[in-house]
């Protein structure tokens, strides 16, 4: 027989022979892979918990020592071998070989072992393993940290035995084991008192409990906690076996710190105004539905005059199992009176035996931390008398459903409530003196309690540190900066107690979820990436995640983090890019069919539509597919930015299917950001390349940086001539020619754009053609010839016409107005240019909004003319249209001169002329006239 012991030294016995396990060093070695039995630790890990931060010269060399002899320490044990595994050290071996794990599995039998007897008896087989100091004479850091908490569990054990044993009638063993003592033993002291009294000898146990609350008042100036008191209360009133039972007063003390919340707290005095109303407050771990719980009970005590009951299931905590609802109920019908000795055997029989005692009774039942529904039903009391209130971070479908329950979801605590919280534990002041970190802290922990209560107990506990540190310490490492070493405390264990709740499926759902780019997420892109859609109605159920009123599907974005890290952890990269690359073909699928409703005239330029792994598009109609653009824009960008390598051709592709939308729509920066990634991600050479160019260029002659655009449109033509690539061609000679137009090199610009037009006729697509003309008729116009623009433009709304091209159309109506203003014809100019503008804003296109309001402001004056300009310069400030916007100061500026507004002329002429100024090369007459303009300005104005 085996045995490997890590609880009273380190050591290995073979058959009762006590096997050479080697120096010190070397049975440290032995004792983490003992404690990580059947599981690789890392050669890294390793080491750094031999050596910390001391190893030796060559440490791999030495460990590697260490196993050669540990393996024929141990060759001739059955079944036990250590083996070499994915870049670390394995022992393999029954972990019941090992004591520590044999001592956990027997812990957690006792734990939901329903029997009483039989879970005693699995207590101290459990305690009887402990027999000497855990690790022996092991001396590292890590080794006391272990120490601690093997030391640690070894107490709680041996006072849930304790527990165990008061409820069964056994505390005369309570009493026969030696106290150890000391403040820290409050929960020890309790049990000792409660002994007492049950022995029959209350005076020795209220002279014990004086003791304790002495002690506890001089050495931490504290009172006695709720335990303590209660029981006190119970021995000066004669409660117990044979006397009258006082009711019930279970509810924990509400928390201090308490604050905000009043809408729920409202909420709550609604659902409970009712007897026998049955309420289910849910939400994630961390946001306090315990501390509002008990918040409104104690508030609302005096209602239930019977009493109230409060279990703390644990079906979350993350330091014990759950409590079966069995021995909940025992300990239900123990503080309504009933003696250990007449409680029912059967747990049916205790069940109705409990709800026969709350029958007809005013009861608050509070039931804290239930795992699911199939965990609470048997707590729910008898009759309509009795109010119940449950906290879970399950939904409880099934109790709503079938008992009727009332539920109140619980959401993160605004900004405003956060803040009192934050001020609540540390003091407005402090907040005052540091604002800035105050805002960042309150930011970065999300609206969760149990994250502002953390780093309230850091600053409390360390008063010397600013606010800022700790503010710095969550930027860099959210998480590790909310994880107080406790993991009753730690935001990743509260998180980690939900996940270990999900089956598989759920599980690799929820992380790979957490890799996804935006904040929200739809349906069916979800359903893309993760292949089930029904695995996020588990995750919402499970408050790891939630459904929007907008039917997108969002994780607040700790737990967010808390599941990339995750996948991270679990998924090898294959899963993960796997993942990423479904998500991104999703896009790309929906993103190249709603282009085909934004501009279906424009298929020739774009790549072919992929196909997604979920469901397939299908809009309505083109305003469908431009919410849609709209409303997944930002999340196609993140993916594109943080792309990996692998990827680039998705990131290629959207940029060629975006382009046009992101143009019309004025999301220059963001266009710029996307074109400019795929830029880089191209081939040289490569018609990709020079689309790429083309994209760029073309973002960048809008931002006002022309010296920019013309290189990247001559890049563009460069290498549309190597490959003789019409289409290219001609579009990059309207970019260069549209960038000499605006230099004022007007031959230049018109020679390219004839070139253009030349090109686009040889390609044989029409719509490249009608663009040609457009721009050959708009530079005309620019140049006061309005009668040969009118030619021109007219032949490119032929075309237009013939190919139902909305979006040609309307660019085409915009100039026409222009045109006919110039040819004296006002009525006609403003019905083209009203119906440019009808146009540009049923499709939403921003560009042809901005030109076209600066064109028809252009034609009116007074009032009117400053209003059509106030409402270009808006528009072209949100998109960063930074011509327009200078067009737009200049006309203000001419506007407000006429009315004698000098103070206003001046300000908008001399912004005028530094918009102007910031482009690389603007239109010569215009900045000629608005020179002599602004000069007589600034002389009126001297005058």
Known sequence: ?????????????????????????????????????????????????????????????????????????????????????????????????????????????????????????????????????????????????????????????????????????????????????????????AQRIEALFLDGRPADALREYEEVRSRLADELGADPGPRLRRLHERILAGGGPGGETPAPQQLPAAPLSFT??????????????????????????????????????????SRFADGQLYVDLRGFDPVHEPMPAERAVRGLLGALGIAPTSIPPEPEAQAALYRTLTTGRRLLVVLDNVRDTEHVVPLLPGGSSCSVLITSRHELGGLLTTHGANTLPLRPLDERQARDLLAHKLGAAQLADEPGAAEQIIRQCGGMSLALAIVGARVIAQPERRLAAIAAELRDSRLDALDTGELTASLRAVFDTTYRSLDAASASAFRLLGLAPADDIERVAATAMIGDSRLLRVLCAASLMEETPQGRFRMHDLVKLYASELAVETDDTPIRLAASARLFDHYLCWASTAMEWVSPDEAYLRPPATRSAGPQPRFADGYAARAWLDAERTTMLAMATGAPESLSGHVIQLSATLWRYLYIGAHHNEALTLHATALELTRPGTKEKGFAHQAVGMTLLVLGRYGDAAGHFKEALTIALDQGNELLESIARIGTASVDDLRGESATARNQYELALVTARRSGHALLEGAALFHIGDHFRRNGDHRTANGYLRRSGAIALDLGSAGLGGLVFAALGNTHAGLGQSDDADEHFHRALTFARSCRNTNLEISTLNELAATKSGSEAVELYEESLALARRTGHLYERARAHYGLGTAHRAAGNRARATFHLETALTAYAELCAPEADDVHTLLATLSGSLHDSDK
């Not at 609604?270 to 939400?283: D, I, K, N, T």
């Not at 961390?286 to 509002?292: A, E, I, R, S």
Request: include cysteine.
């Open 1 to 189: 027989m085996v045995s490997m012991r890590v609880l009273c030294g380190v050591d290995v016995v073979a058959d009762g022979v006590r096997l050479d396990v080697g120096h010190a060093r070397q049975r440290d070695v032995l004792a983490v892979l003992l404690l990580e039995v059947d599981k690789v630790v890392p050669v890294d890990r390793l080491i750094d918990r031999v050596w910390a931060e001391r190893p030796p010269a060559q440490p791999r060399n030495a460990l590697y020592g260490y196993v050669s002899r540990l393996r024929r320490a141990l060759a001739a044990l059955d079944g036990v071998t250590i083996e070499r595994d994915h870049g670390g050290y394995v022992l393999r071996a029954d972990p019941q070989t090992v004591d520590i794990h044999r001592f956990e599995n027997l812990l957690a039998r006792a734990k939901t072992t329903a029997d009483e007897t039989t879970a005693l008896a699995l207590y101290d087989e459990a305690l009887t393993l402990w027999r000497g100091r855990p690790l022996g004479e092991l001396d590292s850091p890590w080794a006391d940290s272990v120490r601690d908490d093997l030391e640690r569990k070894h107490e709680v054990a041996r006072l849930d035995r304790n527990e165990l044993r008061l409820r069964s009638g056994a505390h005369a063993q309570v009493l026969a084991e030696p106290a150890t003592g000391g403040v820290v033993g409050e929960r020890e002291a």
């Open 260 to 301: 905000g919340r009043t809408d729920e707290l409202a909420a709550l005095d609604r659902l409970l105004a009712a007897p026998g109303a049955v309420v289910v407050v849910s939400g994630a771990g961390g946001l306090g539905k315990t501390w509002l719980v008990v918040r409104w009970a104690t508030d609302h005590a």
